[in-house]
Structures are given as structure tokens and as C-alpha cells.
């Protein structure tokens, strides 16, 4: 059995969205994520920003990114659970960090932010709901 699989197996709240729904959501994403964090990674490398700016938004990358191979991969509810806190953790310290020096990342990232907290609420709810 696959990770996709697997997944469909597990206890979900009702309110869980379709899986179909899930592509389309992380295509619009991360084309917010590529411009914005584009734009940050770019003041970062001419010293516009300091390293600690940038910081959150490649912790950011990295935590989102690992989050597949956690949930579908490991197939571990609870380390995924710990892997979406921290990406919406690194996402509102990235937020905070970039907004004195261009408020408009900030402001894109409004998007991400509302899916990252949706997703955190069904992970958590899926993490309880099969412990």
C-alpha cells in the first residue's frame, strides 16, 4: 500500500477537503512562494536583508518540503504533526522578520498562512483521531 493509500485509510473529520482539491491549492501556493521567497532569497544575496531575515523562510522550505515524505513516506502522524507546527511556526516568524523591510511578502503570504493554519487544524485532528 502507498502513502496516497494509506492516507485514504485514515480516520478524517468531516470537514476534510477532497483530495483533489489538494493540487490545485499547493499549484496556486507555491507560485506565491516562489515569487515571494524569490524576492527574499534575492535581498538576502545583496545584503538588503541580514541572514536572520532569511532564516525563517528557508526553514520554512525545508520543513514544508519534508512534510510529504513524513505523512506518505514515514507514514508518521505524529512527527507530521510536529513538521506542520513548525511550518506554521516558521511562517509567522517569516512574515514578522520580513515586514519592516517590504511588507508586500508579508502580505502574500496571507494565502499560505490561512492553508498552513487549515492544515495544521486537519493534521492535528487526523493525528488524534488514529492515535
Same mark, same amino acid.
Given at each position: 500500500?502507498?502513502?496516497?493509500?494509506?492516507?485514504?485509510?485514515?480516520?478524517?473529520?468531516?470537514?476534510? *477537503?477532497?483530495?483533489?482539491? =489538494?493540487? *490545485?491549492v499547493?499549484?496556486?501556493?507555491?507560485?506565491?512562494?516562489?515569487?515571494? =521567497?524569490?524576492?527574499?532569497?534575492? $535581498?538576502?544575496?545583496?545584503?538588503?536583508?541580514?541572514? $536572520?531575515?532569511?532564516? *525563517?523562510?528557508?526553514?520554512?522550505?525545508?520543513?514544508? =518540503?519534508?512534510?510529504?515524505?513524513?505523512?506518505?513516506?514515514?507514514?508518521?502522524?505524529?512527527?507530521?504533526?510536529?513538521?506542520?507546527?513548525?511550518?506554521?511556526? +516558521?511562517?509567522?516568524?517569516?512574515?514578522i522578520?520580513?515586514?519592516?523591510?517590504?511588507?508586500?511578502?508579508?502580505?502574500?503570504?496571507? *494565502?499560505?498562512?490561512?492553508?498552513?493554519? =487549515?492544515?495544521?487544524?486537519?493534521?492535528? +485532528?487526523? +493525528?488524534?483521531?488514529?492515535?
Amino acid at each position: 500500500m502507498n502513502g496516497y493509500a494509506w492516507y485514504s485509510q485514515l480516520k478524517k473529520p468531516f470537514w476534510s *477537503p477532497p483530495a483533489w482539491l =489538494f493540487g *490545485p491549492v499547493w499549484t496556486f501556493l507555491y507560485i506565491l512562494i516562489i515569487i515571494s =521567497f524569490g524576492k527574499v532569497f534575492l $535581498m538576502a544575496w545583496k545584503k538588503e536583508i541580514g541572514l $536572520m531575515v532569511a532564516l *525563517p523562510f528557508v526553514l520554512n522550505l525545508i520543513f514544508n =518540503f519534508a512534510f510529504t515524505s513524513i505523512q506518505f513516506g514515514l507514514r508518521n502522524n505524529y512527527l507530521a504533526a510536529v513538521d506542520i507546527l513548525l511550518i506554521l511556526g +516558521t511562517l509567522v516568524w517569516a512574515m514578522i522578520a520580513i515586514y519592516p523591510h517590504a511588507p508586500w511578502i508579508s502580505y502574500i503570504q496571507i *494565502p499560505y498562512l490561512l492553508w498552513v493554519l =487549515f492544515a495544521t487544524s486537519l493534521q492535528l +485532528t487526523v +493525528t488524534w483521531l488514529n492515535r
